[in-house]
């Protein structure tokens, strides 16, 4: 993707509450595909302390090596960004509140660590998650992209 929004690529964070499957990867789908217009972080209220085994298996179905690690929010908050997304998908989360400048979004996920299956349709979960993730996060990114100045 050609940088469209500038010499020097956007600041977007990823927030939900454990930091371990959706934050982490929208992170690693930002990063791969497009780094020329974003650099992507992410992060959690709650971090679980690692990321889930199956976050990264289903990016590496798909050719991304993520070598992220469940982050608290505390980490970055020295650190202003162009955009923040949650990505909590229920209300009665702890999805958090970014208080810094930065224009803010929420853009929900079901969460793929929640669901209750067997080994085949948990995969399956995750997979339809980061294809979720694939269609609607480039979308968002180039539509709010355009709207910087």
């Known amino acids: ?11 977007v964070i990823f927030l939900c509450t454990g930091n371990s499957c959706r934050s982490q990867i929208a992170e690693a789908i930002v990063n ?12 959690g209220i709650k971090p679980a302390g690692e990321v ?3 976050a990264l298996k289903v990016l590496e179905e798909i050719g991304i090596q993520h070598q992220g ?20 998908d229920y ?11 930065g224009y803010q979004i929420h853009l929900p996920f ?8 067997g080994p085949e349709e ?6 339809q998650v980061r ?9 968002l990114l180039r539509d709010i992209g355009s709207e910087f100045p």
């Open 32 to 43: 791969a595909n497009l780094q020329a217009d974003w650099l992507a972080f992410s992060a």
């Open 91 to 101: 209300a009665a989360e702890d999805c958090p509140l970014w208080l810094k400048p």
């Open 69 to 88: 690690y469940s982050k608290d929010i505390s980490e970055f908050i020295n650190k202003d960004f162009d955009l923040v997304i949650t990505v909590c």
């Open 1 to 11: 993707m050609e940088n469209s929004l500038n010499s020097n690529p956007r600041s």
């Open 110 to 117: 079901s969460d793929p660590a929640a669901f209750k299956g």
């Open 131 to 139: 294809d979720e993730m694939i269609e609607k996060i480039p979308r």
């Open 122 to 127: 948990t995969i399956g979960v995750f997979r």
């Open 52 to 54: 889930h085994p199956l």
